[in-house]
């Protein structure tokens, strides 16, 4: 019998709402604050020349300093 992949069943899972659109201010501005932090991991990941874990298309995927620094310089 197969184990259960819990990455695997959270990477599946898909909100069902945008948060943005939320009534509670502080949850709706939650996303933001999400926005920014992923921001600064890649800046700090660029910085310290490491790679961030992250998933892409609910698969997970290492993406390394230079690969970053590609993508900031594609869409500058």
Do not use: F, H, W
């Not at 920014?36 to 890649?42: D, L, T, V, W, Y």
């Amino acid at each position: 019998m197969e184990k259960n992949n819990p990455l695997k069943e959270r990477s599946a899972a898909t909100p069902s709402k945008d948060i943005r659109n939320s009534s509670d201010p502080d949850i709706a501005g939650s996303y933001y604050a999400m926005q920014r932090a992923g921001q600064a991991a890649i800046d700090l990941a660029i910085q310290t020349n490491t790679a961030i874990v992250t998933t892409v298309d609910g698969k997970i995927v290492r993406i390394t300093a230079a690969e970053l620094i590609k993508q900031r310089q594609l869409t500058a």
